[in-house]
């Protein structure tokens, strides 16, 4: 199921260290659209190289579509 969130939410499916597969859902980059059921690589936040999920958030958080 695709899901949609503002990309300044600090969770893993906005965040750069996130190795899951995620799109822009609009020209501004306002959102990210993202398949709500996988599980994806974190790569140097708080749970480096574990599985994550799109919703799981972290202290480490870099914005992925920056405006």
Not at 56 to 62: L, M, R
């Given at each position: ?26 020209p ?38 920056k405006?």
């Amino acid at each position: 199921m695709n899901q949609r969130l503002p990309s300044n939410w600090k969770n893993c499916a906005t965040c750069a260290r996130w190795g899951g597969s995620r799109r822009p859902a609009d020209p501004f980059l306002n959102y990210v659209e993202f398949e709500s059921n996988q599980k994806c690589k974190c790569y140097g936040g708080v749970f480096n190289l574990a599985e994550m999920q799109p919703m799981a958030s972290c202290t480490k958080w870099e914005q992925q579509y920056k405006k």
